[in-house]
């Protein structure tokens, strides 16, 4: 992945949706490089989790105000939304944010430069 982008994990997505779905979402916050929903990898199901890519730390830091913990799709929790674990750049908030959740949960590892 080219220096510079901004990688999000996202979860507690609707298990029928689409990467069109994701990214109809997330481009109200910025360009959207690339999504990927993690399949099952017999079933091809939708784990309910994906990555969002951004080209800059401002788009993906402008989706995790407004998504994390805050935007239903369609299910009984909210979005998680936070930088992943290997992301080629993070900003000082998606760092501290990141940490936190990671600090809230094991299952969430702190973030780290790719």
């Known amino acids: 992945m080219p220096q510079g982008l901004s990688k999000l994990f996202i979860g507690q997505l609707n298990f029928d949706a689409t ?3 994701v990214r109809q979402l997330f481009e109200f916050y910025g360009d959207v490089l ?3 929903i993690l399949r099952d990898k017999v079933t091809r199901k939708s784990t309910g989790s994906a990555f969002v890519t951004y080209g800059c730390t401002e788009e993906a830091d ?12 369609d ?8 930088y992943c674990e290997k992301t080629p750049q993070i900003s000082r ?12 949960n094991a299952a969430n590892p702190a973030p780290r430069l790719a």
């Open 19 to 21: 990467e069109e779905d």
């Open 34 to 36: 690339h999504v990927n």
């Open 62 to 73: 402008a989706a995790i105000l407004s998504l994390h913990n805050t935007y239903n799709m």
């Open 75 to 82: 299910r009984d929790r909210p979005l998680q939304v936070s």
């Open 93 to 104: 908030f998606g760092f501290r944010h990141a940490t936190a959740i990671a600090n809230q």
